[in-house]
T-cell receptor
Framework: AAGVIQSPRHLIKEKRETATLKCYPI?????VYWYQQGPGQDPQFLIS???????DKGSIPDRFSAQQFSDYHSELNMSSLELGDSALYFC??????????????FGPGTRLLVL | DAKTTQPNSMESNEEEPVHLPCNHS???????IHWYRQLPSQGPEYVIH???SNVNNRMASLAIAEDRKSSTLILHRATLRDAAVYYC?????????????FGTGTRLQVFP
């Protein structure tokens, strides 16, 4: 079965540079979530999109922006990178936003290292 | 936000049953109990969820207390591949949100 695809899998950037992470949801899934997991920490919600509209926002820095495109893939844009942005970034997708029951399927993550 | 409380770590031997507890004393009547797990170097994956009745699937069983203030994830025969961090997450109802709020899960170690 098709899974969530994230690219790139690994990314190394310098401070103050920009990075773009891409997420391709499972076919027919219309909802995308982004999570950040720092070293030794639990995943933290950043932002989500449903039918190309932002549906929820968590503790996402103003330096970050994201969008969902017409084919439902999503991109997380990160500017003015800081050392503290080094983390695993997971994308998850689901069908619909029933919230209480729908399953989120996670991608393998993008490991970002900021030097 | 209603919180869940889980032990930081648990250990098991291979092929033995494992009972992973979760306390959620402030759960509301419309909150579902979800379990996700995260294997090393992988993204979280769904395990099971329930509302009031006990639930079984191919991965695990979920036993929910009658007052719903606690639940237990049961792995019937632990394998080395079950070594992961297990997260108990409340969703729906009182939260009005779709995001997963990960607390500090239980790190399960499985010994051969």
């Amino acid at each position: 079965a098709a899974g969530v695809i994230q690219s790139p899998r690994h990314l190394i950037k310098e401070k103050r540079e920009t990075a773009t992470l891409k997420c391709y949801p499972i076919p027919r899934h219309d909802t995308v979530y982004w999570y950040q997991q720092g070293p030794g920490q639990d995943p933290q919600f950043l932002i989500s999109f449903y039918e190309k509209m932002q549906s929820d926002k968590g503790s996402i820095p103003d330096r970050f922006s994201a969008q969902q495109f017409s084919d439902y893939h999503s991109e997380l844009n990160m500017s003015s990178l800081e050392l503290g942005d080094s983390a695993l970034y997971f994308c998850a997708s689901s069908f619909g936003t029933s919230g209480d029951q729908e399953t989120q399927y996670f991608g393998p993550g993008t490991r970002l290292l900021v030097l | 936000d209603a919180k869940t409380t889980q032990p930081n770590s648990m250990e098991s031997n291979e092929e033995e049953p494992v009972h992973l507890p979760c306390n959620h004393s402030t759960i509301s009547g419309t909150d579902y109990i979800h379990w996700y797990r995260q294997l090393p170097s992988q993204g979280p994956e769904y395990v099971i969820h329930g509302l009031t009745s006990n639930v079984n699937n191919r991965m695990a069983s979920l036993a929910i207390a009658e007052d719903r203030k606690s639940s237990t994830l049961i792995l019937h025969r632990a394998t080395l591949r079950d070594a992961a961090v297990y997260y108990c997450i409340l969703r729906g109802g009182s939260y009005n949100t779709d995001k997963l709020i990960f607390g500090t899960g239980t790190r399960l170690q499985v010994f051969p």
